[in-house]
């Protein structure tokens, strides 16, 4: 499995991080995390055809997370792609198929792919593991919007986890327990906290807590940018801590 920071930013506009978006490439399938502005800018600098996705997981619904669901979908119809695939998924949470259908009351056909959408909605009170192609997935509900999961991917015996946005959540140590990698938002410095987001103090408190092995902090706003960011995390968790950084790989 290999995974790309496309986006390692926040909603404020920035030549040095595009809004929230991961590219997940697992052999057989390739899913982007999120598709905040910037994202498509990001994929054409690594050198990665958009015909390529299988889809895209929404991790809730807000414009830095969501802003280039419509014109991916709107070039992956009209660009002229010879190796298009048979279907395209949307994965996100409770509202999904409702948010996607008002989307197609401005766009219209403009974005439907002639019926090769499939819509996976998941429950945002509880849990929920599925397979997709050659890996396993699981959601779990945060604490930030109604429909905002964080997701869990295995391949090849590691496992992978997504935050998305969140503010601190009951249980979410649990979901990350033993992960191999952990991508979290740190949205502002520990002493900035804002409602719906962590700080890096509590992202490293959540991951010592679930013994993960490597964490990326990301999802940053310019507060961020200063040199004694991590100071109160790395005396909490021992392990690896990354700052994210756009166009950034980690193969597992």
């Not at 050659?134 to 509900?141: G, Q």
């Not at 979410?172 to 938002?185: G, K, S």
Request: aromatic share 10%.
């Amino acid at each position: 499995m290999k995974v790309t920071i496309l986006g390692s930013g926040s909603c404020v506009f920035s030549l040095k991080r595009a809004s929230s978006s991961i590219l997940i490439e697992t052999g057989s399938t390739n899913l982007l995390l999120d598709a905040g502005t910037g994202c498509t800018r990001r994929l054409l600098e690594k050198g990665f055809r958009i015909e390529e996705l299988d889809g895209i997981f929404l991790s809730h619904f807000h414009p830095d997370h969501s802003s280039e669901l419509v014109p991916i979908l709107f070039s992956l119809k009209y660009g002229n792609y010879s190796n298009l695939k048979d279907k395209f998924y949307i994965l996100g949470g409770s509202g999904l198929k409702a948010f996607y259908e008002n989307l197609t009351k401005v766009y219209g056909h403009w974005i439907d792919l002639e019926g090769k959408i499939q819509i996976l909605e998941f429950d945002k009170n509880n849990s929920e593991k599925f397979e997709f192609n050659d890996i396993t997935m699981s959601t779990f509900p945060v604490n930030h919007r109604p429909e905002s999961l964080a997701l869990k991917i295995w391949d090849n015996k590691k496992t992978f986890v997504y935050s998305g946005d969140m503010d601190i959540t009951t249980g979410f140590e649990m979901f990350i327990r033993n992960c191999d990698l952990l991508v979290i938002e740190a949205s502002m410095p520990d002493n900035l906290k804002v409602k719906g987001h962590l700080t890096p103090e509590i992202a490293a408190e959540k991951a010592k807590a679930g013994n993960v092995r490597k964490m990326v902090l990301t999802h940053f706003y310019p507060q961020c940018e200063r040199k004694d960011f991590l100071v109160n995390a790395r005396d909490i968790f021992k392990n690896e801590i990354i700052l994210a950084k756009d166009l950034m790989e980690i193969k597992l």
